[in-house]
């Protein structure tokens, strides 16, 4: 069963530029999360979507946006680019099943897509 | 002005001992906690999960243990491997996001754990 699937990997960019990041979730599973993860903030929560819906937002200015496609995939859009916008963006999905000890959603990370902003 | 990067804790350890990594949550009303493991290059990945109804869980190698009176959660390794070498983040859902949110967690700043052979 395949992974959760991120593309590019790699990708460096200028100020003002904007950037599209994409991310293919495992098979059958319908929920996306985007996080950005930074050495100054560590891994903080951008958006959430579910069937196309975007269900929750982090606390992160308009210029992050996203959406989710009718085959789950999913897309995040930065926009006019700064310097902290440098950082590793990770895709998770999720089957939206609880856990049967927890009630926890397990969340499954791709490898990230790392954006360097010059 | 110039951010100012983490600066993790370190575990360091012989391989076959036991490693507890620790964790401090910040919000009392959290449903569950998650602890997840990343290792360089990779994304983070699922290691064991706790409701907050419970103080103790059990999986392969790993226990997890939750003190909400100190709103303190910790994951031990037992027989700890040079596998096991990582970055290991202590997670929370949050209170408020309501039962179809599935992908919203506040993570821990992390815990660098190393193995030595």
């Known amino acids: 069963k395949a992974g959760v699937t991120q593309t590019p990997r790699y990708l460096i960019k200028t100020r003002g530029q904007q950037v599209t990041l994409s991310c293919s979730p495992i098979?059958?599973?319908?929920?996306v999360s985007w996080y950005q993860q930074t050495p100054g903030q560590g891994l903080q929560f951008l958006f959430e979507?579910?069937?196309?819906?975007?269900?929750n937002k982090g606390n992160f200015p308009g210029r992050f946006s996203g959406r989710q496609f009718s085959n789950s995939r999913s897309e995040m859009n930065v926009s006019t680019l700064e310097l902290g916008d440098s950082a590793l963006y990770l895709c998770?999905?999720?089957?939206?099943?609880?856990?049967?000890?927890?009630?926890?959603?397990?969340?499954?990370f791709g490898a990230g897509s790392r954006l360097t902003v010059l | 002005g110039e951010s100012v990067g983490l600066h993790l804790p370190t575990l360091s350890v012989q391989e076959g001992d036991n490693s507890i990594i620790n964790c401090a949550y910040s919000?009392?009303?959290?449903?569950?906690f998650i602890w997840y493991k990343q290792e360089s290059g990779k994304g983070p990945q699922f290691i064991i999960d706790?409701?907050?109804?419970?103080d103790k869980r059990q999986g392969q190698r790993v226990t997890v243990l939750l003190n909400k009176t100190v709103k303190h959660l910790s994951l031990q390794i037992a027989a700890t491997q040079p596998g096991d070498s990582a970055v290991y983040f202590c997670?929370?859902?949050?209170?408020?996001?309501?039962?179809?949110?599935?992908?919203?967690?506040?993570f821990g700043q992390g815990t660098i754990l190393t193995v030595h052979p």
């Open positions: 098979s059958g599973h319908r929920s």
């Open positions: 997670a929370e859902k949050p209170p408020g996001a309501g039962g179809t949110s599935y992908g919203k967690l506040t």
């Open positions: 979507y579910f069937s196309e819906t975007q269900r």
């Open positions: 998770a999905s999720s089957s939206g099943q609880h856990s049967r000890y927890s009630g926890a959603n397990v969340l499954t």
């Open positions: 706790i409701r907050s109804n419970m």
């Open positions: 919000n009392s009303a959290s449903d569950y």
